[in-house]
């Protein structure tokens, strides 16, 4: 495949240094005031779902292709020199052979956990226990709160991740600080407030009508300011009582164009803790339908042991399950059974789980799916992880179309890929006979250092 031949490509950290960096993001050509901008590369986007018929009849790829920006919108993606003689004003960025794709979509983490990802040797309960609660205590000083959420932010866009869908704490302060680090980079993201009212520490606990009026309160302020989502967020039925859990189902209801998210059966010890503690429940998803917890704008992570009605309820309402696969190996939580969900019809994203999840990676986030996926005896080609992370991920957010796309029309949040990122990678890129032959050793392999650029709303970062 003759265009793979050559990349030209930098190593390690282009544009970041993991100690210290803050990003910027200036007009390019780095503070020019110029509008237009027209990207040359590879480009990868999708006009389908790869998962639910032939992933070739999904996938959009030009070997030789260009993607034309117009302030913070792409309005055309194309043939490159066909662009580029049709725009000769646009101010060009010739990636040679790298992957031009839309940015990475993270549809499920934690941001309090940045500093706690990692940590060894426990399942979910104890782990909370042990790290997550003491760590998330700390999120009621707004200038910790702060200092974290901008180290989140940078790691992850840092690995190409462009949205992040994020956990806070109890603390308000932990809303306010993620949203606020989020706007000054001109991010699109979504966050809510952790409501917790039992089977936590005290520190970490609210009630059912603190969590109500906190979740409104913020919901006010940060529900489409700029880029910001809001969603309402209990962390799981264990740590919320049936009054709590009642709270936020009426929050949701009068505010139903927000996003809710929470946690789904994500291990066999949980799934009995939920039995003890609702024994009127048909199963965990009726611990959440029986509070006005379920609709198409739920966001359930992990979902991994569900039962057979759950699935149906789920698909029937159109609801979305996150797939967390790194998290689920790390905690030993099980195998998602991603094809077989959706065949049943349901929206599924990719997520990190930081930091249950051991990576900020989207790219070690594919690599984990891959292999969970053989685990359960299916290959999922390069076409159907990459779509995950992108346009897969958006949909599950309600957000497709906007982010997560490499089409006219979609805000230009984008990731451009090295192909040939460091000597492992480079070899194997070498014998590459087409371009998932050339991608798929990034996905396995990849890390920080194959992300050659990221743009974020038509703007190209830059470290300050």
Request: charge should be negative.
């Amino acid at each position: 495949m003759p265009p793979l031949a050559g990349l030209q490509h930098s190593g390690s950290a282009q544009f970041y240094n993991a100690h210290s960096a803050i990003y910027a993001v200036l007009p390019p050509p780095y503070g020019a005031r110029m509008t237009k901008q027209l990207l040359l590369g590879q480009t990868l986007g999708f006009s389908g779902n790869p998962l639910t018929g032939d992933w070739a009849d999904a996938v959009q790829f030009d070997s030789a292709g260009g993607v034309l920006i117009d302030g913070a919108q792409i309005v055309a993606v194309g043939n490159g020199a066909a662009l580029k003689a049709a725009h000769a004003d646009a101010v060009v960025t010739d990636y040679g052979d790298a992957v031009i794709s839309a940015g990475f979509v993270d549809a499920h983490m934690h941001y309090p956990q940045t500093g706690i990802i990692a940590s060894w040797g426990k399942q979910l309960i104890d782990w909370l226990n042990t790290y997550t609660f003491p760590e998330e205590a700390r999120f009621g000083d707004p200038a910790y709160a702060a200092m974290v959420a901008d180290r989140t932010l940078d790691l992850s866009l840092a690995h190409g991740t462009t949205t992040l869908t994020s956990f806070c704490t109890i603390h308000p302060e932990s809303v306010d600080a993620f949203f606020n680090a989020a706007a000054a980079r001109n991010m699109a993201v979504v966050a809510g407030k952790t409501c917790m009212d039992r089977n936590a520490p005290d520190n970490l606990r609210d009630a059912a009508q603190s969590a109500y009026d906190d979740s409104k309160a913020l919901l006010e302020k940060w529900h489409g300011t700029g880029r910001a989502q809001y969603a309402i967020t209990p962390r799981f039925s264990p740590t919320s009582t049936p009054d709590q859990l009642a709270a936020l189902g009426a929050l949701w209801a009068e505010h139903p164009d927000c996003l809710m998210q929470t946690h789904l059966s994500e291990q066999h010890p949980e799934i009995t803790w939920v039995k003890d503690l609702f024994p009127d429940a048909r199963d965990y998803l009726d611990t959440y339908e029986a509070f006005g917890l379920l609709g198409a704008k739920g966001l359930y992570g992990h979902a991994i042991h569900l039962e057979p009605r759950e699935i149906d309820r789920l698909a029937e309402v159109g609801a979305a399950v996150i797939h967390c696969p790194t998290s689920n190996t790390f905690i030993g939580s099980g195998l998602f059974d991603l094809m077989g969900l959706a065949r049943a019809g349901l929206q599924i994203g990719l997520a990190t789980d930081t930091g249950g999840g051991s990576s900020f990676s989207m790219l070690r986030t594919m690599a984990a799916a891959y292999e969970i996926g053989q685990l359960r005896g299916v290959a999922l080609h390069p076409a159907q992880l990459m779509w995950l992370a992108t346009e897969g991920s958006a949909q599950t957010l309600h957000m497709n179309g906007q982010i997560g796309s490499l089409n006219a029309g979609a805000i230009a949040d984008i990731t451009v890929l090295d192909l040939a990122s460091t000597a492992a990678i480079s070899q194997r890129f070498d014998k590459a006979n087409d371009i998932w032959d050339a991608l798929f050793p990034t996905i396995m392999m990849g890390d920080d250092r194959a992300i050659a650029d990221v743009w974020i709303a038509g703007q190209r970062l830059t470290p300050r």
